[in-house]
């Protein structure tokens, strides 16, 4: 199991990795805490470090339909 510090380091790259895609999202958007939440889910699922928990993170802010958000 990953441990809280990896989780929150992941969680905040994928969002700063986001919002640099995406400048219209704001920072206290409510993906975020969709994207906190999908990672806490794989981080249950299996062990990743930082960086694939990251990608993880990208892909799936990335596959959310917008106007569903």
């Given at each position: 199991m990953v441990d809280e510090a990896v989780l929150?380091?992941?969680?905040?790259?994928a969002w700063t990795v986001y919002r640099a895609r995406?400048?219209?999202v704001g920072a206290h958007d409510?993906?975020?805490c969709?994207?906190?939440r999908h990672l806490h889910r794989r981080?249950?699922?299996r062990e990743s470090d930082t960086e694939e928990l990251?990608?993880?993170g990208?892909?799936?802010l990335d596959g959310l339909p917008r106007d569903e958000c």
């Open positions: 929150r380091n992941a969680a905040e790259t995406h400048p219209d409510s993906l975020r969709l994207l906190e981080r249950e699922e990251a990608s993880f990208i892909a799936y």
